[in-house]
């Protein structure tokens, strides 16, 4: 890939467009009022999915840019899990009754810090609040350098199906620089006892361009990571925005690699992937031929949404916990983010939405766009816009401009409106989806 590709659309301070519009647009124009109405309006027959933010950890990971809580001792914790159980009940009786639960996902931090004794008492209070479609999904996100048998096994009793494992390297060096020391064998060893306990369903997170890394350590983490066989894996790119997250003004600046030594890596752990038998999903995601995800891709069914790319076609998901946001019909909404405003809130007995969007026609046609271009990296845009009774010709002349430029860059090619990412320009498939962003030019000069 030429280095001036590289420096204009690799480094662009561009959204990953997991939701559009995105976070930025949102206002406090959409609060409480406008949730509480939108989840009395939800069918009860059309499943929805869940999230669940447990902002905690054990340790900080330099690298990391999730709002999280560091903490020894439980209490925090259990205080946290009163007000997030709190907050379901006010919204179970906001929604109708039997509301079908399709997908349901732990987020974090770390959720398996819960303990054993908890997790089983939210997923229990989660099926008395709604009804769940069997077999739902149930996904948790796993550090394992805190994971126990104890929690393993409740895993296996709450019928948890899929776990995430943060791998990010094997390499000792960087996990020093990033203050994650994780050894392959503790990894194997979380991933034996999910197994063992029936969570079969693995996704490890492996992350590139991070400090003293290079396209050795890179191949040497993917290859220790398959040799476990997980079903997925998910390789992020290092953003380094130490202006806006604290801890990562610990990493070393000069240790980053980069933007062609970037490049270079995440080509290497892709090579590495498929060589190993896993299929390319979308912009970052791997996964065996077998994988819901693959087979997601294949049938064009491939859905992107705030977690990252998704095999799940629920049009809503309902986000519990502080900082969560959470998809409805009619546009999305976050609640607050840091615990103590949004215990507050819950402790009054109100929803704890801070803000949200309204969707306009617009924006759906848009976000249909994008979606597609983010997932199966190509278009049509024509026959989107006539889906959405859109005209076409009004968004592929805002688009023009910036379409002309990736065309001449080489990274696209385009025939009658439809749009299709060149396969080795994978990798910059947020500035194609960027064309299309009504917003942009309020983010990127």
């Known amino acids: 890939m030429q280095t001036s590709i590289l420096k204009e659309y690799r480094e662009a301070l561009l959204p990953w467009y997991t939701i559009y519009p995105t976070v930025p647009e949102f206002t406090a124009s959409v609060g409480a009022e406008s949730y509480e ?24 990971c330099w690298y990391c840019g999730f709002p999280t809580t560091i903490t020894g001792n439980q209490a925090p914790i259990l205080n946290y899990l009163a ?45 008395r609040c709604f009804a769940f479609r069997e077999p739902a999904t149930i996904a948790v996100e796993i550090d394992p350098r805190t994971f126990t048998a104890e929690i393993a096994e409740a895993l296996g009793a709450a019928n948890v199906n899929r776990a995430s494992l943060g791998v990010q390297s094997f390499d000792p060096i960087v996990q020093k620089a990033i203050n994650r020391v994780q050894s392959e064998s503790q990894t194997a060893a979380a991933v034996e006892e999910l197994r063992r306990h029936g969570v079969r369903r693995i996704n490890f997170d492996l992350i590139f361009g991070l400090p003293n890394q290079t396209v050795e350590s890179c191949v040497q983490t993917a290859t220790a990571a398959v040799a476990t066989r997980p079903n997925r894996l998910s390789v992020f790119g290092y953003a380094h925005i ?40 979308g912009l970052d995601h791997f996964a065996l031929p077998d994988d819901e995800l693959t087979l997601a891709q294949t049938s064009g069914r491939l859905r992107r949404n705030s977690l990252g790319y998704s095999a799940d076609t629920c049009k809503t998901l309902i986000g519990f916990g502080a900082s969560s946001i959470g998809r409805v019909g009619e546009g999305y909404v976050q609640n ?43 278009a049509d845009v024509p026959a989107i816009c006539a889906a959405y009774g859109f005209d076409p010709t009004r968004l592929l002349d ?28 994978r990798f910059v498939s947020r500035a ?14």
Request: charged letters at 25%; aromatic letters at 6%; glycine letters at 6%.
């Open 242 to 281: 130490p202006s806006v997250i604290k801890n990562q003004r610990l990493i070393e600046e000069t240790a980053l690699p980069d933007s062609v030594a970037r490049a270079e890596q995440a080509a290497a752990v892709a090579d590495t992937l498929v060589a190993a038998g896993y299929q390319e999903i």
């Open 432 to 445: 194609v989806a960027a064309a299309f962003d009504a917003f942009l030019d309020r983010v990127v000069p």
């Open 336 to 378: 607050e983010v840091t615990r103590e405003s949004y215990s507050r809130h819950i402790a009054a007995g109100r929803l704890a939405t801070s803000k949200g969007y309204r969707l306009t026609d617009e924006d759906r046609v848009r976000a249909a766009i994008i979606e597609r271009l983010m997932c199966d990296l190509q």
């Open 398 to 425: 805002s688009a023009a401009e910036r379409l002309a430029k990736l065309a001449e860059d080489g990274i696209v090619d385009i025939e009658k409106g439809f749009i299709r990412v060149r396969q080795e320009h």
């Open 37 to 60: 109405e939108w989840l009395r309006g939800l069918p009860a027959d059309d499943p929805v999915s869940l999230y669940l933010h447990i902002p905690f950890c054990r340790s900080s």
């Open 83 to 127: 007000v997030l159980r709190d907050e379901i009940r006010l919204v179970s009786e906001q929604v109708q009754q039997g509301l079908v639960v399709n997908d349901v996902h732990f987020g974090g931090g770390t959720p398996t810090l819960i303990g054993a004794a908890e997790f089983l008492a939210m997923i229990e209070l989660l099926r």
